[in-house]
């Protein structure tokens, strides 16, 4: 069974410090990694991935795709009460499916 | 431009009743979707279609229905209302099937 697992499930940390967090997958016939920020509503997009080793960035935030290690990690430095969300990981395959994990609940206090 | 736009933005169904969730998008994108979130579960396909004219089933098709009437717009048909269907709703569009996604805001529906 295809399947999307993120952790940790949640966490919480000061402003300023660097979080990391974890995307690992089970799905076969792997095309795309995609990170989404969901704060009170609708999911917003922030990586696609489809490519190991290359690091894509945006201020802030980076992340990076190990296709060996069917994993992917976002990187979040610097952090901000802004950054307070949770944060989705999906990915999909050639057969046209996209699965989602349940998210990492982050918490930044000022 | 509005982006994804959806409605109704909330609903109460009592068990058994019918309803469709409309879904619209500006950004002349092939591909849309449907999912549902659920607290623990994160979201899950419903439906999807790649482009204008098909539609395929998701991960959990069973008690939805679809139509894609045009490029533009993609609606989510419920035919007889469960109580597992109470649900946030959301529909997404992307230029193509694996790209990013743009969500609506979502429809939170309670079924009684």
């Known amino acids: 069974e295809d399947k999307v697992v993120q952790s940790p499930l949640s966490l919480v940390v000061h402003e300023g410090d660097t979080v990391t967090l974890n995307c690992s997958y089970e799905?076969?016939?792997?095309?795309?990694l995609l990170w989404y920020k969901q704060e009170k509503k609708a999911p917003t997009f922030l990586f696609m991935l489809?490519?190991?080793?290359i690091e894509k960035k945006s201020g802030r935030l980076s992340s990076i795709l190990d296709k060996k290690e069917l994993s992917s990690i976002l990187n979040i430095t610097a952090t901000q009460t802004g950054d307070s969300a949770i944060y989705l990981c999906?990915?999909?395959?050639?057969?046209?499916?996209?699965?989602f994990g349940t998210g990492t609940s982050l918490t930044v206090i000022p | 431009n509005a982006g994804v736009t959806q409605t109704p933005k909330f609903q109460v169904l009592k068990t058994g009743q019918s309803m469709t969730l409309q879904c619209a998008q500006d950004?002349?994108?092939?591909?849309m979707y449907w999912y549902r979130q659920d607290p623990g579960m994160g979201l899950r396909l419903i439906y999807y279609?790649?482009?204008?004219?098909?539609?395929d089933k998701g991960e959990v098709p069973n008690g939805y229905n679809v139509s894609r009437l045009n490029k533009r717009e993609f609606s989510l048909r419920l035919e007889s209302a469960a109580p597992s269907q109470t649900s946030v709703y959301f529909c997404?569009?992307?230029?193509?099937?694996?790209?990013?996604?743009?969500f609506g805001p979502g429809t939170r529906l309670t079924v009684t």
């Open positions: 997404a569009s992307s230029e193509n099937f694996w790209y990013e996604q743009y």
């Open positions: 799905v076969t016939n792997f095309r795309s």
């Open positions: 489809t490519s190991s080793g």
């Open positions: 999906a990915v999909s395959n050639t057969g046209n499916q996209f699965y």
């Open positions: 950004m002349n994108h092939n591909s």
């Open positions: 279609s790649a482009s204008e004219g098909t539609t």
